[in-house]
T-cell receptor, first 113, second 113 residues
């Protein structure tokens, strides 16, 4: 059974719309992350959370907002979608931040038309 | 700002040969260097990792060679098999609660039989 669940697996959106990507991890980890992967920028770090607190944000745009309602949840809200946002978004987790093995979810493949 | 540089972008070897993938870094505070592999349609997964207390780490056919002075590390895949065909990402991180794992751009390895 997958230990990091991402929903949905595939997502098609129209330009200007808003979507939420869901991530839940059942590894008992304290740190969670979002990474984005596209042909232009493989495995680009976006956010890191530790104990539900934002630790690092490398996303220039405020259109991307992480949301952590529980320790094992880290959703990603994306507003005013653009075609350039098309990518696979990976949620990941580790026991703690800094040097622990990162475990990735299966990803959400987002296409913005 | 690219903190981890990876080469080559793509590599083709014959079955049985040793594949060599290279990475270099700039930040001298980095103290953990993992390699991840990603098969088509799947998420990245940890393959092997090294800390700079040693200059070599072996796990079966996979070996990391680390050169702290030159800030370089490489992954050697001995006796390459067609099943090793994947994209390999090197990464680096420094300790600390704000640390994030920074990935190289990846090397697409093809092993021909």
């Amino acid at each position: 059974d997958p230990k990091i669940i991402q929903k949905p697996k595939y997502l098609v959106a129209v330009t200007g719309s808003e979507k939420i990507l869901i991530c839940e991890q059942y590894l008992g980890h304290n740190a969670m992350y979002w990474y984005r992967q596209s042909a232009k920028k493989p495995l680009e770090f976006m956010f890191s959370y530790s104990y539900q607190k934002l630790m690092d944000n490398q996303t220039a745009s405020s259109r991307f907002q992480p949301q952590s309602s529980k320790k094992n949840h880290l959703d990603l809200q994306i507003t005013a979608l653009k075609p350039d946002d098309s990518a696979t978004y990976f949620c990941a987790s580790s026991q703690e931040t800094g040097g622990d093995t990162l475990y990735f979810g299966a990803g959400t493949r987002l296409s913005v038309l | 700002q690219q903190q981890v540089r990876q080469s080559p972008q793509s590599l083709t070897v014959w079955e049985g040969e040793t594949a060599i993938l290279n990475c270099s870094y700039e930040d001298s505070t980095f103290d953990y260097f993992p390699w991840y592999h990603q098969f088509p349609g799947e998420s990245p997964a940890l393959l092997i990792a090294i800390r700079p207390v040693s200059n070599k780490k072996e796990d079966g056919r996979f070996t990391i060679f680390f050169n702290k002075r030159e800030k370089k590390f490489s992954l050697h895949i001995a006796d390459s098999q067609p099943g090793d065909s994947a994209t390999y990402f090197c990464a680096a991180i420094s300790g600390g609660s704000n640390a994030k794992l920074t990935f190289g751009k990846g090397t697409k390895l093809s092993v021909k039989s």
